[in-house]
Antibody, heavy 126, light 107 residues
Framework: EVQLVESGGGLVKPGGSLRLSCDAS????????MAWVRQAPGKGLEWVSR??????????DYAAPVKGRFTISRDDSRNTLYLQMNSLKTEDTAVYYC?????????????????WGQGTLVTVSS | EIVLTQSPGTLSLSPGERATLSCRAS???????LAWYQQKPGQAPSLLIY???SRATGIPDRFSGSGSGTDFTLTISSLDPEDFAVYYC????????FGQGTRLEIK
């Protein structure tokens, strides 16, 4: 069974930093493309960042609101995904979900998300 | 950026009824790269439909998706009590954007 368990959320002041982790199991993490998606309290979903597998280049992508402040990375030896968040703003307050990109036999990896972890809450407030 | 607008914001129906949810894109969604997710209270979203009309693994056939270009629809043919949730559409043809969601509530 695929499991994604996020950790590292908490309360941080504006301008501060936080690192989120996502421990993955039940699938071949090394081959997986991974992503972070967030959801502000009572709001909709917002894609944050994506990282390809190392065999597919390991390239990263970011949504415009977080580019230059957030860094996604992976440690395949630990089956762990990370999100380093710097220069945090109040509008970054959200539940952050770790998720895998969906693999379609005919099309390869697609930018849609399945499954998801349960999320970790990040609150940016003074 | 492609903006997705979902309607209605809230849909009130009874178990056994048919639900029709709409997702309209500000530009054409390439290759029908349109997905639907279900999110129940306190839970993470889960994938229902991708490619506008393909059901994800394990999704019951009462869920169906249709549409192309800029207009897409999620239909639930006969509502089960467990279907009352929030539904999001997402396009993945040009970057990644989500709609604002439709809340499906029990009437």
């Amino acid at each position: 069974e695929v499991q994604l368990v996020e950790s590292g959320g908490g309360l941080v002041k504006p301008g501060g930093s936080l690192r989120l982790s996502c421990d993955a199991s039940g699938f071949t993490f090394t081959n997986a493309w991974m992503a972070w998606v967030r959801q502000a309290p009572g709001k909709g979903l917002e894609w944050v960042s994506r990282i390809k597998s190392k065999t597919d280049g390991g390239t990263t992508d970011y949504a415009a609101p977080v580019k230059g402040r957030f860094t996604i990375s992976r440690d395949d030896s630990r089956n762990t995904l990370y999100l380093q968040m710097n220069s945090l703003k109040t509008e970054d307050t959200a539940v952050y979900y770790c998720t895998t990109l969906y693999y379609d036999f005919w099309s390869g990896y697609l930018n849609l998300f399945d499954p998801w972890g349960q999320g970790t809450l990040v609150t940016v407030s003074s | 950026e492609i903006v997705l607008t979902q309607s209605p914001g809230t849909l009130s129906l009874s178990p056994g009824e048919r639900a029709t949810l709409s997702c309209r894109a500000s530009q054409s969604v390439s290759s029908s790269y349109l997905a639907w997710y279900q999110q129940k209270p306190g839970q993470a979203p889960s994938l229902l439909i991708y490619g506008a009309s393909s059901r994800a693994t394990g999704i019951p056939d009462r869920f169906s998706g249709s549409g192309s270009g800029t207009d897409f629809t999620l239909t639930i043919s006969s509502l089960d009590p467990e279907d009352f949730a929030v539904y999001y559409c997402q396009q993945y043809g040009s970057s990644i954007t989500f709609g604002q969601g439709t809340r499906l509530e029990i009437k």
